[in-house]
């Protein structure tokens, strides 16, 4: 018997149809991978199961059964009683799931308060053993931290204890480790698949990511613009899918590239010299006081037209260094040569201000870098205002160019941010920082959060945008296939130190280092 059975399921909002006749069934200990580009509809359809749809979404279907519970004509009490003791979910963004001024601990021994009679030290102990096979280090500790005080990669855990912690016979992962570092997300990976061994869950596992498919999948179903596309085993489907979407979705999943590339020969335009750059922490409930090294004697040479990819797992020191060779952040010593500027470490005033023309940063998350309230034309500009470049019809053609070239629609400049996709978001904050026709552009991870198809698009454009305006570039990012794809030269960055650099296809062809190593081995097929 199936564990979930979908038949046609249909998912409006007035007249709008989001999910359209959607079929998938799911047996125990199977692991079906549902597959798409943001908007086709994956996750209302595992919420529609959960009965988490938001109360203005309706959801029919001519079958929607867990074991042998109508989902559609549950109670919401009946469907309570469900949530959590016999199907959990595990949602993309811990930090957004989990209640921020209550201990982790105390978020999951509430699954046990619900749903058992267990008392309170009974509670405590089933918490700190789930934290211990989820590999939390510290599990007693980690019970009285708040979500603040967990990394990415903990929180998780923390949501994938919980959602096992009544051994679930199903379990709906909600692109759980889409923003993670390559080395937390395959520990993810293998330990939802060996929970799942242990109790024989069956999982439903929503990604746009083919390579995680390729770890986990038994079957797979890929999804657009509502509707179910392709079907099959994780071999058919990965091995030879015959719909041109799932061809398209494969085809732009990032791959390592190992090629040699031609050396660039042009002039040095930044040194960096054993920049280091240390924060204070405060101290707190199980937070030592005292110094963080954020950034540890970090040295290296960029040439003109030349793109530096600095990989790393969160927490390495990758952004700092980046905002520290932006002056975001100021140095604590080291020497910052860039170009004509000179030592850029310590400079103030005009010469800051000269020097931040010729040096432009797109930042990871362009929804919070861009003015909610500002339009884009005004958001882009901004720069050309600062520094009184051109006369205001200037401006304003400067704009209208950049927007077209970034790929953008002619009304673009007339719109706000929340009018566009995370995509087209993307492409604005590197409008506006390419508005200064600057010589450097910084990048801090740019498409982690974005869909294979948008990430290889932006990459593309990247591509493009350098050679058409000769810049040089810092690409920052935890995936080292993305950086492979674009860089010239790589340095791998832990704890605050640059452990390996040089040219991508010597670094990831032949490791030096057992760090390096242990990242390229944690990339998905």
């Given at each position: 018997?199936?564990?979930?059975?979908?038949?046609?399921?249909?998912?409006?909002?007035?007249?709008?149809?989001?999910?359209?006749?959607?079929?998938?069934?799911?047996?125990?200990?199977?692991?079906?991978?549902?597959?798409?580009?943001?908007?086709?509809?994956?996750?209302?359809?595992?919420?529609?199961?959960?009965?988490?749809?938001?109360?203005?979404?309706?959801?029919?279907?001519?079958?929607?059964?867990?074991?042998?519970?109508?989902?559609?004509?549950?109670?919401?009490?009946?469907?309570?009683?469900?949530?959590?003791?016999?199907?959990?979910?595990?949602?993309?963004?811990?930090?957004?799931?989990?209640?921020?001024?209550?201990?982790?601990?105390?978020?999951?021994?509430?699954?046990?308060?619900?749903?058992?009679?267990?008392?309170?030290?009974?509670?405590?102990?089933?918490?700190?053993?789930?934290?211990?096979?989820?590999?939390?280090?510290?599990?007693?500790?980690?019970?009285?931290?708040?979500?603040?005080?967990?990394?990415?990669?903990?929180?998780?855990?923390?949501?994938?204890?919980?959602?096992?912690?009544?051994?679930?016979?199903?379990?709906?992962?909600?692109?759980?480790?889409?923003?993670?570092?390559?080395?937390?997300?395959?520990?993810?990976?293998?330990?939802?698949?060996?929970?799942?061994?242990?109790?024989?869950?069956?999982?439903?596992?929503?990604?746009?990511?083919?390579?995680?498919?390729?770890?986990?999948?038994?079957?797979?179903?890929?999804?657009?613009?509502?509707?179910?596309?392709?079907?099959?085993?994780?071999?058919?489907v990965l091995g030879k899918p015959q719909h041109a979407y799932a061809k398209r979705l494969l085809k732009a999943s990032p791959k390592l590239n190992t090629k040699?590339?031609?050396?660039?020969?042009?002039?040095?335009?930044?040194?960096?010299?054993?920049?280091?750059?240390?924060?204070?922490?405060?101290?707190?409930?199980?937070?030592?006081?005292?110094?963080?090294?954020?950034?540890?004697?970090?040295?290296?040479?960029?040439?003109?037209?030349?793109?530096?990819?600095?990989?790393?797992?969160?927490?390495?020191?990758?952004?700092?260094?980046?905002?520290?060779?932006?002056?975001?952040?100021?140095?604590?010593?080291?020497?910052?040569?860039?170009?004509?500027?000179?030592?850029?470490?310590?400079?103030?005033?005009?010469?800051?201000?000269?020097?931040?023309?010729?040096?432009?940063?797109?930042?990871?998350?362009?929804?919070?870098?861009?003015?909610?309230?500002?339009?884009?034309?005004?958001?882009?500009?901004?720069?050309?205002?600062?520094?009184?470049?051109?006369?205001?019809?200037?401006?304003?053609?400067?704009?209208?160019?950049?927007?077209?070239?970034?790929?953008?629609?002619?009304?673009?400049?007339?719109?706000?941010?929340?009018?566009?996709?995370?995509?087209?978001?993307?492409?604005?904050?590197?409008?506006?920082?390419?508005?200064?026709?600057?010589?450097?552009?910084?990048?801090?991870?740019?498409?982690?959060?974005?869909?294979?198809?948008?990430?290889?698009?932006?990459?593309?454009?990247?591509?493009?945008?350098?050679?058409?305006?000769?810049?040089?570039?810092?690409?920052?990012?935890?995936?080292?296939?993305?950086?492979?794809?674009?860089?010239?030269?790589?340095?791998?960055?832990?704890?605050?130190?640059?452990?390996?650099?040089?040219?991508?296809?010597?670094?990831?062809?032949?490791?030096?280092?057992?760090?390096?190593?242990?990242?390229?081995?944690?990339?998905?097929?």
């Amino acid at each position: 018997m199936s564990i979930l059975d979908i038949q046609n399921l249909h998912i409006t909002v007035g007249s709008q149809t989001l999910v359209d006749g959607v079929s998938l069934q799911l047996e125990a200990g199977q692991t079906l991978c549902l597959v798409g580009e943001s908007g086709s509809g994956k996750t209302l359809s595992g919420l529609s199961v959960m009965g988490l749809l938001a109360p203005e979404l309706s959801a029919k279907a001519d079958v929607l059964k867990f074991e042998d519970y109508d989902i559609l004509s549950l109670t919401p009490k009946q469907h309570r009683k469900l949530r959590g003791a016999q199907m959990s979910m595990i949602f993309q963004e811990p930090l957004s799931a989990l209640n921020p001024v209550m201990k982790v601990g105390e978020q999951v021994a509430e699954v046990f308060k619900i749903h058992t009679n267990l008392n309170k030290r009974e509670r405590f102990a089933k918490v700190v053993g789930l934290f211990e096979k989820v590999q939390l280090d510290n599990p007693a500790e980690r019970y009285h931290q708040y979500p603040h005080q967990l990394s990415g990669g903990q929180r998780q855990r923390v949501m994938i204890a919980m959602a096992l912690a009544l051994q679930p016979k199903l379990l709906i992962a909600d692109e759980p480790t889409t923003a993670l570092d390559a080395t937390v997300q395959g520990e993810i990976l293998k330990l939802i698949k060996e929970l799942q061994q242990e109790f024989g869950t069956a999982v439903l596992f929503i990604t746009h990511d083919f390579g995680v498919v390729q770890h986990i999948a038994d079957h797979v179903a890929v999804m657009e613009h509502g509707k179910l596309v392709e079907h099959g085993t994780a071999k058919q489907v990965l091995g030879k899918p015959q719909h041109a979407y799932a061809k398209r979705l494969l085809k732009a999943s990032p791959k390592l590239n190992t090629k040699r590339k031609a050396a660039v020969k042009g002039a040095e335009l930044l040194t960096a010299t054993t920049v280091q750059k240390t924060f204070t922490r405060s101290g707190g409930l199980f937070q030592r006081k005292g110094p963080l090294v954020a950034v540890n004697n970090a040295s290296f040479v960029l040439k003109e037209g030349e793109t530096l990819g600095i990989v790393g797992e969160s927490g390495s020191g990758k952004s700092t260094l980046a905002r520290c060779i932006m002056r975001l952040y100021d140095p604590d010593t080291g020497v910052v040569q860039f170009g004509a500027h000179g030592n850029i470490a310590n400079l103030k005033g005009k010469p800051l201000k000269a020097m931040r023309r010729d040096m432009q940063m797109v930042f990871q998350d362009p929804f919070a870098s861009l003015n909610p309230r500002m339009k884009i034309g005004p958001a882009v500009r901004e720069g050309l205002d600062a520094h009184n470049i051109g006369t205001k019809q200037e401006r304003d053609e400067t704009v209208q160019q950049l927007l077209k070239a970034c790929g953008l629609p002619e009304d673009a400049a007339q719109r706000y941010p929340h009018q566009f996709s995370g995509g087209q978001r993307q492409r604005i904050g590197i409008a506006r920082a390419l508005a200064l026709n600057p010589k450097l552009l910084v990048a801090d991870e740019p498409v982690a959060s974005l869909d294979v198809s948008v990430q290889a698009q932006i990459l593309e454009l990247l591509a493009q945008l350098k050679k058409d305006y000769q810049l040089s570039m810092i690409f920052i990012s935890h995936d080292l296939r993305v950086v492979s794809q674009v860089a010239d030269t790589v340095a791998v960055m832990r704890h605050g130190q640059i452990v390996e650099h040089g040219p991508v296809h010597e670094v990831f062809e032949n490791p030096q280092q057992p760090y390096t190593q242990q990242l390229l081995d944690a990339l998905p097929s």
